[in-house]
């Protein structure tokens, strides 16, 4: 519970302004709320549709028209798209920018989970909320 909160808090302050593009301020993703897409992540990463990997790198770029493999909605020209390769099957896995966070958060929940770690440094005593994790 204290790694979602702690890793959420962070995300927030980091993603939840928005991002400058000639001047004007650039959505970084979809409408969903955070809790949502969180859940969605859970979902796709339980059913194999996610797979829990920390790339070694990724690109980011203007939205291409590419579907978001986290809330499968298109990611248009005014926002950013981050892409990483799936080491499983050499596979794109393209995300707006708060997406890629987020699946990024989950994954790390996962396996902290996995890993049955503590979730924060510091706090042997508290754990990861439990998340269902299908590798």
């Known amino acids: 519970m204290v790694a979602a909160t702690l890793q959420a808090s962070l995300w927030q302050r980091f993603f939840s302004c928005q991002i400058r593009r000639g001047g004007k301020l650039m959505p970084h993703g979809p409408r969903t709320s955070d809790a949502d897409l969180r859940s969605m992540a859970r979902k796709r990463i339980a059913d194999g549709r996610l797979p829990v990997i920390f790339p070694n790198s990724i690109e980011a770029s203007y939205g291409s028209g590419k579907t978001c493999r986290l ?55 508290r754990q990861p909320d439990p998340i269902d994790c299908h590798l």
């Not at 699946?103 to 770690?117: F, N, V």
């Open 71 to 125: 809330c499968e909605q298109t990611i248009q020209s005014q926002h950013i798209e981050y892409q990483a390769k799936n080491p499983l099957n050499g596979h794109p896995l393209s995300f707006h920018l708060a997406c890629h966070a987020i699946w990024q958060l989950e994954c790390r929940a996962c396996d902290l989970a996995q890993d049955g770690h503590a979730a924060v440094k510091g706090h042997a005593d």
